[in-house]
């Protein structure tokens, strides 16, 4: 009996269902492709937000307590500092007595931060001298007779201070002199081949003038590298109190710039009010008892690399429309300042996020300037 109805595909059927699932594959596929585009985007932006964020949070942390043991007395700040170890000047030692430097970047290119502080966690303020030292007086030459020693320890490092203008020293403080135990003085002893070299401090200093307590002593230097990465590189004392400094040490990656302003009260007199934002780095006392802030963007990269130009211009840093500063231009309703990316190889092809604040220089607020 034959069965009649009943037959298989044609050639020309299997070929347009073998065409309708290859197309159904490829809409699949770019569907697939898009979303996991998106989503290594969305992830790679997710990573450098948290990364300017975090790098942002480390520079206002930092900067907060700049000038800690010593900007209560603002009459200090300036002065040139002068210490050897060893009978040799300490490479990349501070020059000067200063809360925080910024060093401006060659057109645009990233600022540098160095931040100087007293690194004593438990009390660090000028102790001031309440009798004569002088290191050619066998009699007076081995301590500096002080109102208080709160906060001291013996291998501290101390700064004597006469004022701004006049060298000020460091020197490291060691045990009370036997005998003299009750003598409220802060102790050194020649030893040449560390901090104090025979009979240093050589300036005579007495009663109204000094002395800075360091601990080990901050001294910070922020950076960006030219991989991409917020650096610091900071002072630290090694075995036997040797000072060196680590080198740059990479803190977080994809952060491609950074750009600092003084916040300056140049009013006279001073009502403590920022009236201006530069880069011009003070030369005086008096300078320095202007500076009340500092203002930072922080410029954080993607590190997902986009087939297609998704950046057309340099990010742009909204400073307000009011604001004083130096090198803002017009933007809309507003003022920017334009954060160069440019540099960078194939910076069209990636995405940036601009992160700012203003830090007040609490340590220069708190004084009695």
């Known amino acids: 009996m034959r069965c009649t109805g009943a037959r298989g595909f044609t050639l020309i059927e299997l070929m347009i269902g073998l065409a309708v699932g290859l197309f159904a594959t490829l809409a699949i596929t770019q569907i697939m492709s898009v979303a996991e585009g998106q989503k290594r985007s969305a992830m790679a932006g997710s990573d450098a937000q948290i990364s300017g964020v975090l790098a942002l949070a480390t520079l206002r942390q930092s900067i907060e ?37 910024i060093t401006d970047g060659a057109s645009g290119a990233p600022d540098t931060i160095r931040i100087l502080g007293s690194a004593k966690t438990s009390f660090s303020a000028p102790v001031r001298v309440t009798g004569p030292y002088d290191h050619t007086n066998n009699l007076r030459k081995y301590a500096f007779p002080v109102a208080s020693m709160e906060g001291l320890q013996p291998g501290d490092l101390m700064l004597a201070v006469t004022d701004a203008t006049t060298a000020c020293e460091m020197f490291q403080a060691t045990a ?3 005998g003299q135990a009750a003598v409220v003085q802060v102790a050194r002893a020649d030893d040449v081949a560390h901090w104090n070299a025979t009979g240093f401090p050589f300036l005579p200093y007495d009663v109204g003038q000094f002395i800075v307590n360091f601990g080990t002593l901050v001294d910070i230097t922020y950076s960006v590298s030219a991989a991409g990465a917020l650096q610091s590189n900071n002072f630290v004392l090694e075995a036997n109190a040797t000072p060196a400094y680590t080198g740059p040490i990479d803190l977080f990656a994809s952060v491609v710039n950074l750009q600092a302003y003084y916040g300056k009260d140049t009013g006279f007199p001073a009502n403590g009010a920022i009236d ?16 009340r802030a500092v203002r930072v963007a922080v410029v954080s990269r ?17 400073v307000g429309a009011d604001s004083v500063i130096v090198g803002a231009a017009s933007c809309g309703t507003s003022k920017c300042v334009e954060l160069k990316v440019d540099q960078l190889a194939d910076w069209k092809h990636y995405r940036y996020k601009v992160f700012d604040t203003i830090v007040p220089l609490r340590n220069m607020l708190w004084n009695n300037s």
């Not at 007395?73 to 009978?87: D, H, K, V």
């Not at 201006?276 to 500076?291: I, K, L, M």
């Open 276 to 291: 201006t934002w530069d880069t011009t780095t003070p030369t005086t006392n008096a300078g320095w008892r202007q500076v």
């Open 176 to 178: 009370v002199p036997a």
């Open 302 to 318: 993607s590190v997902q690399y986009e087939k297609e130009e998704v950046t057309a211009t340099n990010p742009l840093w909204d």
């Open 65 to 101: 307590m700049a000038g800690y043991g010593f900007s209560s007395e603002p009459s200090s700040l300036g002065c040139p500092i002068q210490a050897t170890f060893n009978g040799a000047v300490v490479a990349g030692f501070p020059a000067d007595l200063v809360p925080l430097v």
